[in-house]
């Protein structure tokens, strides 16, 4: 493989001069602040959030550092992990002229992105029974294509993908493999976040928004070599991870444990409603998940869709997707939320009965 990192950085981007912000410049303690033009009186509010927060979050990547065995410059914080796909198309993609490939069904924010970015997308769809088509992917890529989409565990399918599928298409192309982990900590499949100095083009997303429960707060995670982060650092808006959201996620890295205790009751709730599922005679088929929802295809997905909406409870119709047809995504909710749910769908069954 001849990967060059700075041969696929788009040249705006090269040339470009970063936005210094005050915080950047000065970072020290100091008696007296009047150099942001913040308001020196305070907040309207018990806390004082009158300060900008630490552009580059460096309480939160110590921590996540830590955690991950990696080093704080490998790690870039983002407004959600959808910050960073973004990112990853205005850092690599040419507008109008490069492409990126996705594997569809998959996680719509690649192509929203990249509709957003106007770059080009390739779709190499999921074999019928999810699994990555190897052969048809390496055809599809051409000199223009930056950067190649892996979700796994994938959304909606529910499935990982095997680390070797993966590491193959990682050391076939010559562009960025972003293998997006929103789904890793329901998996029994390892991260390939500990491989980013293995492959210099492989980058790694995770969020706090599934298993660590902070959809609110708008926190996700790049991992990639230093020079690959550091290109995210020059592109993201200066203060892109609020104060109260710094302060959340530092709290919440305190109560790991908890997280861990989470995941287990979660994992344990999708095994006992795949098993109740499977006695639901609208369910023909429950694909295999390694996330925190399931794939169902159903006898009448837009049918039970609305019966479901009708005992205000809303599962995704995910019926229109391709390889989807009839199905349903249904996230995995507290026992008595799957409670309902089955007794929902029970009663949709005897509305034919009689
Ligand atoms: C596969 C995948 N990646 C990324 C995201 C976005 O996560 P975040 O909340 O960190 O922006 C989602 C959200 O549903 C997702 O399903």
């Known amino acids: 493989m001849t990967f060059k990192l700075e041969n696929l950085v788009r040249e705006n981007i090269k040339r470009l001069t970063p936005y210094s912000s005050a915080r950047k410049e000065f970072s020290g303690a100091a008696r007296i602040f009047l150099d942001a033009n913040e308001n020196s009186f305070g907040s309207p509010l018990e806390q004082n959030y009158n300060r900008y927060p630490d552009p580059l979050q460096s309480e939160i990547k110590v921590r996540?550092?830590?955690?991950?065995?990696?080093?704080?410059?490998?790690?870039f914080v983002g407004n959600g992990s959808d910050e960073a796909i973004d990112l990853l198309f205005r850092i690599f993609c040419e507008p109008k002229k490069d492409n990126v490939l996705i594997c569809p069904p998959t996680y719509g924010m690649y192509e929203v992105s990249a509709g957003i970015n106007d770059v080009a997308?390739?779709?190499?769809?999921?074999?019928?029974d999810f699994r990555l088509d190897l052969r048809e992917i390496e055809k599809a890529i051409d000199v223009r294509t930056k950067l190649l989409f892996v979700c796994s565990p994938n959304n909606p399918t529910g499935n990982s993908f095997p680390r070797a599928e993966i590491t193959r298409l990682i050391e076939m192309f010559d562009g960025i493999v972003v293998v997006d982990e929103a789904y890793i900590h329901f998996s029994s499949e390892e991260s390939l976040a500990s491989e980013i100095n293995n492959y210099k083009n492989l980058v790694v997303l995770q969020t706090f928004s599934k298993a660590w429960g902070l959809a609110g707060v708008r926190v996700g995670l790049a991992f990639a070599n230093a020079e690959t982060i550091a290109l995210f650092n020059r592109v993201k808006p200066p203060y892109n991870i609020s104060q109260p959201a710094q302060e959340a996620i530092l709290q919440a890295?305190?109560?790991?444990?908890?997280?861990?205790?989470?995941?287990?009751?979660?994992?344990?709730?999708?095994?006992?409603?795949?098993?109740?599922?499977?006695?639901?005679?609208?369910?023909?088929?429950i694909y295999p998940t390694d996330a925190n929802f399931i794939l169902v295809k159903t006898t009448n997905a837009e049918k039970i869709y609305q019966l479901l909406l009708g005992e205000k409870i809303v599962v995704r119709n995910r019926s229109r997707v391709e390889l989807c047809a009839g199905c349903l995504r249904i996230t995995i909710g507290t026992?008595?939320?799957?409670?309902?749910?089955?007794e929902a769908l029970e009663?949709?069954?005897?509305?034919?009965i009689h």
């Open 121 to 128: 997308i390739k779709r190499v769809n999921l074999t019928e």
């Open 64 to 75: 996540i550092a830590k955690i991950n065995s990696l080093s704080s410059s490998e790690i």
């Open 335 to 342: 026992p008595e939320e799957n409670e309902d749910l089955l």
């Open 253 to 285: 890295l305190k109560n790991g444990a908890t997280v861990e205790q989470t995941i287990a009751e979660i994992i344990s709730e999708r095994e006992r409603l795949i098993e109740k599922l499977s006695e639901v005679s609208c369910v023909e088929k």
């Open 347 to 352: 009663k949709y069954e005897k509305s034919f």
